[in-house]
Antibody, heavy 122, light 107 residues
Framework: QVTLKESGPALVKPTQTLTLTCTFS??????????MSWIRQPPGKALEWLAR???????FYRTSLKTRLTISKDTSGNQVVLSMTNMDPMDTATYYC??????????????WGQGTAVTVSS | DIQMTQSPSTLSAFVGDRVTITCRAS??????LAWYQQKPGKAPKLLVY???SLESGVPSRFSGSGSGTEFTLTISGLQPDDFATYYC?????????FGQGTKLEIK
């Protein structure tokens, strides 16, 4: 059974760096073709893809946020980490990790974590 | 980035109805489109990928169609469990964007 769970701070201050961890089970990110993504959803708004990391450590980022995002993996611990610098109240959202299907540049998200809510406020 | 526009934003229907949600892409995405269902306070659930491929375990009353720039999600014989918000997502060229969502309400 595949499961994913996000963890991290519920509250961060403006200008701080947010670090979120996704811990997963039921598959390995070492396996050829495996990928993981982070997606967020501001309250009452639509979903927004943020970043993707592949089994071979290739990384892809949302163009508009590329300078603020870093995605990494710890395959031994079955974890994927997302860092976002210079947090702003507009970054308040629920952040999801998701197993990512597809090949090449094409990706859809078949299994999602429950999400973790992050509020940016002083 | 490719923009995705869903219509309608809100849809009211009765249990048993057949409903269709439309998603339009700002440029040709061939069949690189997925549909998700989201209930309040829950993560999205994958329903359809590659425009018309039903994800394993999803009831057959859900179906997807379309190619190029226009796509539809059809639910035939609405069940009480289907009242939720639905999102389309395009996934071409290392850039993934979602529609703004369609909220399906009970009439």
């Amino acid at each position: 059974q595949v499961t994913l769970k996000e963890s991290g701070p519920a509250l961060v201050k403006p200008t701080q760096t947010l670090t979120l961890t996704c811990t997963f089970s039921g598959f390995s990110l070492d396996t050829t073709g495996m990928r993981m993504s982070w997606i967020r959803q501001p309250p009452g708004k639509a979903l927004e893809w943020l970043a993707r990391i592949d089994w071979n450590d290739d990384k892809f980022y949302r163009t508009s946020l590329k300078t603020r995002l870093t995605i990494s993996k710890d395959t031994s611990g079955n974890q994927v980490v997302l860092s976002m610098t210079n947090m702003d109240p507009m970054d308040t959202a629920t952040y999801y990790c998701a197993r990512t299907c597809g090949s090449g540049g094409n990706s859809w998200f078949d299994i999602w974590g429950q999400g973790t809510a992050v509020t940016v406020s002083s | 980035d490719i923009q995705m526009t869903q219509s309608p934003s809100t849809l009211s229907a009765f249990v048993g109805d057949r409903v269709t949600i439309t998603c339009r892409a700002s440029q040709d995405i061939t069949d690189w489109l997925a549909w998700y269902q989201q209930k309040p306070g829950k993560a999205p659930k994958l329903l359809v990928y590659k425009a018309s491929s039903l994800e394993s375990g999803v009831p057959s009353r859900f179906s997807g169609s379309g190619s190029g720039t226009e796509f539809t999600l059809t639910i035939s014989g609405l069940q009480p469990d289907d009242f939720a918000t639905y999102y389309c997502q395009q996934y071409g060229s290392y850039s993934y964007t979602f529609g703004q969502g369609t909220k399906l309400e009970i009439k």
